[in-house]
């Protein structure tokens, strides 16, 4: 048996607002590193050894990962930061309101952009070519917008190649990351229809901990608060 750590970030900037964000930066606000801590003293509390912390490339998850881990007594661990454990990327809506978005597209529409598995978001006109961040990667990786679906064919394949061997080997591992990022991983590994993921939602900074069995089935599942 084996644990896994899902946690999204503590508060941003933008929860805070009500914007939308996806690839672009937002910092913790003070309350989201208060939840941070919490959430690092709630894991502390379960004294589960980790082996590696996976973590997007976006400021709000590094932080977020960087006090849980000061908490846990655990800041020696690798820690492996990619891009495909970024959030989804929301396309035109990044930086809008979501309440304004309701108001002026209606709420089903708006709905279907933000819980449907495979409904994208307005596009961008062109991706952001200018973050340094992803100088090192080909230009293809820069999404106009994705759909849960279209970041679940990012974030799958990292999970296949660098999680799941690990938790195979009997290693424990945490994962920091964000909401979309999390409900597409819970997606697969709870084995959730895609008519039902919709009903899924992932709170700032509660730990999610499961046990998995040698095939990486699902023995239990606990939310920490």
């Known amino acids: 048996m084996v644990k896994l750590v899902l946690l999204r970030h503590g508060q941003s900037t933008a929860n805070l607002a009500n914007e939308y964000t996806g690839w672009s930066d937002s910092p913790l606000t003070l309350e989201g590193e208060q939840q941070a801590i ?6 502390n509390e379960e004294r589960i050894i980790f082996s590696e ?21 655990q800041s020696n661990i690798q820690i492996e930061k990619t891009w495909r454990l970024n959030e989804r990327h929301y396309g035109a809506l ?37 973050d340094r961040r992803y100088y090192a990667y080909p230009k293809s990786i820069l999404p106009l917008a994705e759909s849960l679906k279209n970041a679940s064919d990012r974030i799958i394949p990292y999970w296949v190649d660098n ?15 964000h909401g979309s990022t999390l409900r597409a991983l819970i997606k697969y590994i709870e084995e959730i229809s895609d008519s039902e993921i919709d009903g899924v939602e992932v709170e700032n900074a ?19 608060r």
């Open 38 to 43: 919490k959430a690092g003293n709630l894991l």
């Open 53 to 73: 912390l996976h973590t997007s490339i976006l400021t709000r998850a590094i932080k977020t990962a960087n006090i849980v881990l000061d908490c846990i007594n």
């Open 94 to 130: 990044r930086g809008l309101n979501k309440q304004w978005t309701r108001e002026v597209y209606g709420k089903k529409e708006v709905a279907l952009w933000r819980r449907s598995f495979t409904t994208v978001p307005p596009r961008m006109d062109k991706p952001d070519e200018e």
């Open 163 to 177: 999680i799941a061997p690990k938790l195979i080997h009997q290693k424990n591992q945490i994962i920091v990351a």
């Open 206 to 224: 509660i730990p999610i901990v499961y046990e998995l069995d040698n095939r990486l089935k699902v023995i239990s599942k606990r939310e920490l």
